[in-house]
């Protein structure tokens, strides 16, 4: 019954520096900020969203849209899908950037992935579409 991922989830502690990352360097598109709780981009046909986990863990009162609390501590994991050919791209836009990439990979199946961290540690990888096909 599941048909894919709609949405995922980062945690932050420094909205401005999540922001001036995923807008700057990454070049996402903002759907929306709210204030210093949460950032949404557009992501292809998801969503990426960027939550500050000592914000989430409280309720907001008269919250129209009550969304149970959540939240989470220390590095999560995401990975872009990226064209094969703007593998090279992608990793020159992060060297000037100042971003290092931890790893370079090739797997079994030709899929190409590149490792790297956002502001707050999050692991992010970028890797061709056919990263999960045999």
Same mark, same amino acid.
């Given at each position: 019954m599941i048909e894919g991922i709609l949405e995922t989830a980062?945690?932050?502690?420094d909205l401005d520096k999540a922001e001036?990352?995923?807008? &700057?360097?990454?070049?996402l598109e903002k759907i929306r900020r709210g204030g210093n709780r949460?950032?949404?981009?557009?992501c292809g046909s998801g969503v990426l969203l960027i939550f500050n986990p000592a914000e989430t863990e409280t309720l907001i009162a008269d919250d129209p849209f009550p969304v149970?609390?959540?939240g989470t501590r220390g590095p999560g994991h995401v990975c872009f899908i990226v064209r094969h050919d703007d593998l090279d791209a992608?990793?020159?836009?992060?060297q000037q950037? &100042?971003?290092?990439?931890?790893?370079e990979l090739t797997w079994?199946? &030709?899929?190409?992935?590149?490792?790297?961290?956002?502001?707050? &540690?999050?692991?992010?990888?970028c890797a061709s579409r056919t990263l999960w096909t045999s």
């Open positions: 980062l945690y932050a502690d001036a990352f995923y807008d &700057g360097v990454l070049g949460h950032i949404f981009y557009r149970p609390t959540h992608m990793r020159s836009r992060l950037a &100042g971003i290092p990439v931890e790893s079994p199946n &030709g899929a190409c992935s590149i490792y790297f961290r956002d502001p707050a &540690g999050n692991s992010l990888e």
